[in-house]
């Protein structure tokens, strides 16, 4: 199993350092947005940062590029074709690999579109490092791309084995999940989820990563399939929704609002 340690960042950011299976002190850095954090987590675990990989543009995923780089020039970098990313990193997009040999570690990049128009995600030794579109029973927000553009995209990470493991960039499961009470009041499975999420966080502990198999069961954006989950999203609407985009889009703009 791939080993990833999480390194806070801000309020509720997680950058992850997958570590090489090859040598477990080298790492590659997912997402830094400060460079502070993950440079006293290399110092107090006596890692060696070997790589970066960038799932979009926003500042609190790459605010820590540059400074990160000052004395690593050397090491790879990934980021998406369609966006600006600092550190001139090598550009992909979906098809494409971010490979890093030396490590033992690949990665096949999905385009994931609707949070940021060029987002992507990094699948690989059973895990996928999505950023800011998919988390934990629920979804980013729609800055830059349609409704229509994250439903599909998120349906892609759904349909990514049910053992994959989720790294997305953000703590905000307990809010999710209470949002997903209010689409779907009668989700056990989401209620024995919220409780054992409420235990970790107790405990200062994270509820990342979770998997694609429990994001099938809770995570209302991707049950927009569901009848429960049309049901309440038409009843919020006040309209019929015939397609799931139409059914995403309402639940997203539901989420917007909740409180």
Known sequence: MLQVTPVRAFADNYIWLIHSPRDAARVVAVDPGDAKPVERALASRNLTLA????????????????ELLQNRRGIPIYGPASETIPGNPQRLREGDHALFPELGLAF????????TAGHIAYVGHGAVFCGDTLFSAGC??????????MHHSLSKLAALPAETLVYCAHEYTLSNLKFG????????????YLARCRELRARDEATIPSDIRQERNVNPFLRCDDKTVKQAAEAYAGRRLPSQPEVFAVIRQWKDSFR
């Open 140 to 149: 980013g927000r729609l800055f830059e791309g349609t409704a229509e553009q």
């Open 181 to 192: 009470q209010a689409v779907e009041p009668d989700n056990q499975t989401a209620a024995s």
């Open 51 to 66: 790589g970066l990989l960038i799932t979009h543009h926003h500042g609190d995923h790459v605010g820590g590029v540059d």
């Open 108 to 115: 096949e990049v999905l385009d994931v579109p609707g949070h």
